[in-house]
């Protein structure tokens, strides 16, 4: 489920840009997947989803937004499932490093 604390303050402004997607006249179920789809099946809907995105005039909004509020389900700018979960673990991986180089600091 998405963190609704990170959602931004719901202003006309903040949201216009999805207004501009190129996923608008795009059938909504190329971008959240079936439950239970596996394999070259899901590839594949999320490659021509992923296609949609590359030539979106927000594709940064909407890829920071869908980073932003750790969205769970569907393609985010150009973002797979899978692609924003490897991007958390590294963002993970990358502070747990950064804590551990500084605790070593601290105790030399």
Known sequence: MA?????????A???????????????PQLFFHP?????PARHKRDAAAVQVCAGCP???????HGLAVREPYG?????TEDDREAIYRAERKERLS??????????S
């Open 3 to 11: 963190e609704l604390s990170r959602l931004p303050v719901p202003v």
């Open 13 to 27: 402004d903040v949201w216009e840009w999805q207004l501009h997607g190129a996923c608008r006249d795009a059938d």
């Open 35 to 39: 439950e239970g789809e596996r394999g």
């Open 58 to 64: 927000v594709l940064q909004q909407c890829r920071e």
């Open 75 to 79: 393609v985010w700018g150009g973002l």
């Open 98 to 107: 950064a804590r551990r180089s500084g605790g070593l600091a601290a105790a």
